[in-house]
């Protein structure tokens, strides 16, 4: 059978569905951020499929997965810095005990 | 492409992706989920290689298996959370109930959905339209470019401020 644009919307669904119930269940910060890119991935997954099925020659769809891995390699970064500033100051990178902001 | 060998390829590299998915959301050693991210993200590229993005799957792996994997793993250790890390919190219940749903309603959308596919071939290799398209004088993405570096030089120097030793 032929692999069509059904197939791979249905697996970027299930790797982003995956990597929300990791952000959503997990209790250490680098695992979470580990999942949001999972779900990154699923929407890149997303965009280069559209633009393969529906406008083949464009290639707008990849220009758009390109912004998104720029916007994902920087908030990796930052987040990663905060993780271990956290870290330094608290000795822990449980979400459940990051409360500094909360009365 | 044509036919089999890529029906082929798409299952076997969406069920390496999906069970390394799975693998980083249950592993406890958080180590280990890491380097079973990196496998996630390899098979991801060989999924854009099925629909013939090769600039793309050449970034993915670049990117997301070469920088931020190791940037993660770079977290991991600098953390010390490995081998108790990776508990699951008090609401993981309704997490998994809205995860299912949000799966349900991809699922239905995406099947009922009447796609206007077309049966053109793609442009191959794709480097060259990537380029004239992303610097186009009149429809390009020039100023989104600009802004996308600008970003980076800004989490740059955040990234250094954050992590920097008072």
């Given at each position: 059978?032929?692999?069509?644009?059904?197939?791979?919307?249905?697996?970027?669904?299930?790797?982003?569905?995956?990597?929300?119930?990791?952000?959503?269940?997990?209790?250490?910060?680098?695992?979470?951020?580990?999942?949001?890119?999972?779900?990154?991935?699923?929407?890149?997954?997303?965009?280069?499929?559209?633009?393969?099925?529906?406008?083949?020659?464009?290639?707008?769809?990849?220009?758009?997965?390109?912004?998104?891995?720029?916007?994902?390699?920087?908030e990796a970064a930052v987040a990663l810095a905060i993780f271990i500033s956290i870290?330094?100051?608290?000795?822990?990178?449980?979400?459940?005990?990051?409360?500094?902001?909360?009365? | 492409?044509?036919?089999?060998?890529?029906?082929?390829?798409?299952?076997?590299?969406?069920?390496?992706?999906?069970?390394?998915?799975?693998?980083?959301?249950?592993?406890?050693?958080?180590?280990?989920?890491?380097?079973?991210?990196?496998?996630?993200?390899?098979?991801?590229?060989?999924?854009?290689?099925?629909?013939?993005?090769?600039?793309?799957?050449?970034?993915?792996?670049?990117?997301?298996?070469?920088?931020?994997?190791?940037?993660?793993?770079?977290?991991?250790?600098?953390?010390?959370?490995?081998?108790?890390?990776?508990?699951?919190?008090?609401?993981?219940?309704?997490?998994?109930?809205?995860?299912?749903?949000?799966?349900?309603?991809?699922?239905?959308?995406?099947?009922?959905?009447?796609?206007?596919?077309?049966?053109?071939a793609a442009a191959e290799p794709t480097t060259l339209t990537l380029a004239t398209?992303?610097?186009?004088?009149?429809?390009?993405?020039?100023?989104?470019?600009?802004?996308?570096?600008?970003?980076?030089?800004?989490?740059?120097?955040?990234?250094l401020v954050l992590a920097k030793e008072r």
């Amino acid at each position: 059978m032929t692999i069509g644009l059904n197939h791979y919307l249905i697996l970027a669904g299930v790797l982003f569905s995956i990597g929300l119930y990791g952000a959503l269940s997990r209790r250490n910060a680098v695992a979470i951020l580990m999942c949001i890119e999972i779900m990154l991935n699923a929407v890149n997954i997303t965009m280069v499929a559209f633009s393969r099925y529906i406008v083949p020659t464009a290639l707008t769809g990849q220009i758009f997965a390109i912004f998104i891995m720029t916007v994902a390699a920087a908030e990796a970064a930052v987040a990663l810095a905060i993780f271990i500033s956290i870290y330094r100051h608290r000795e822990t990178v449980d979400v459940e005990r990051m409360d500094l902001m909360k009365w | 492409m044509t036919g089999v060998g890529v029906a082929i390829g798409f299952w076997v590299l969406a069920a390496v992706a999906v069970a390394s998915a799975l693998a980083v959301v249950f592993l406890r050693n958080i180590l280990r989920a890491a380097l079973l991210l990196v496998l996630c993200f390899v098979s991801v590229a060989g999924i854009y290689i099925t629909l013939n993005a090769d600039f793309l799957a050449a970034v993915q792996v670049l990117i997301y298996a070469g920088a931020i994997a190791i940037l993660l793993v770079f977290a991991v250790m600098l953390t010390r959370d490995a081998p108790r890390g990776n508990l699951l919190n008090r609401l993981w219940f309704p997490a998994l109930i809205i995860s299912l749903l949000m799966l349900m309603v991809v699922i239905y959308v995406s099947v009922s959905t009447d796609w206007h596919t077309v049966t053109e071939a793609a442009a191959e290799p794709t480097t060259l339209t990537l380029a004239t398209t992303l610097f186009d004088k009149e429809k390009g993405f020039v100023l989104p470019f600009e802004i996308a570096s600008v970003l980076l030089l800004a989490a740059m120097i955040g990234a250094l401020v954050l992590a920097k030793e008072r």
